[in-house]
C-alpha cells in the first residue's frame, strides 16, 4: 500500500511574506486561497506581472521598506511610519533624509558593529 503525499500548503500571508509583497496588494485570489509549495516555487521562479510589478513598485511590506531606508523596522515605528509604502514614497523620505532616518541609520550601524564584533570575539 502506497500512501499519497499531500502537498504542503501555506497561508497567503505566509506566502505574501516569503514573496517579500504586502499582502493587502496581492489579487484577490492570492489572498482567498491557500499556496502550495510548488506554486510558491514557481511564483518565485517565474513571478507574474502583479508580482513584478509590486516587487518594483510597491506597496512594500515595512521589512522591505526598512531594508530600502536602511533601517531597522523598529526604527520605523519609532519614527511613526506603520503603513506599507511605495517605491516612490520610499524615493522621497530618502532624497528628503530627515533627521530621524540619519539616526535610525546611525543606530543600525552601531547595532551592525556590535554584532559583529561579538561574533569575531573569541570565546574563552
Known amino acids: 500500500m502506497t500512501t499519497r503525499k499531500t502537498p504542503q500548503t501555506m497561508k497567503p500571508a505566509t506566502a505574501a511574506k516569503k514573496l517579500d509583497v504586502y499582502l493587502q496588494a496581492t489579487p484577490a485570489e492570492f489572498q482567498e486561497g491557500v499556496v ?15 508580482l513584478r510589478e509590486l516587487r ?19 526604527g520605523l ?18 532624497s ?8 535610525e541609520r546611525a543606530t543600525q550601524a552601531e547595532v551592525r558593529r556590535q554584532e559583529a564584533e561579538l561574533k ?3 570565546r574563552s
Do not use: C, F
Open 36 to 50: 502550495s509549495r510548488d506554486e510558491l516555487n514557481a511564483l518565485q521562479a517565474d513571478p507574474p506581472e502583479w
Open 96 to 103: 528628503e533624509n530627515p533627521d530621524w532616518l540619519e539616526r
Open 120 to 122: 569575531n570575539k573569541p
Open 77 to 94: 515605528a519609532r519614527a511613526g511610519l506603520t503603513e506599507a509604502l511605495t517605491t516612490d514614497e520610499i524615493e522621497d523620505i530618502r
Open 56 to 74: 518594483k513598485n510597491g506597496p512594500h511590506p515595512r521589512s522591505v521598506v526598512a531594508a530600502r531606508l536602511g533601517v531597522s523596522i523598529s
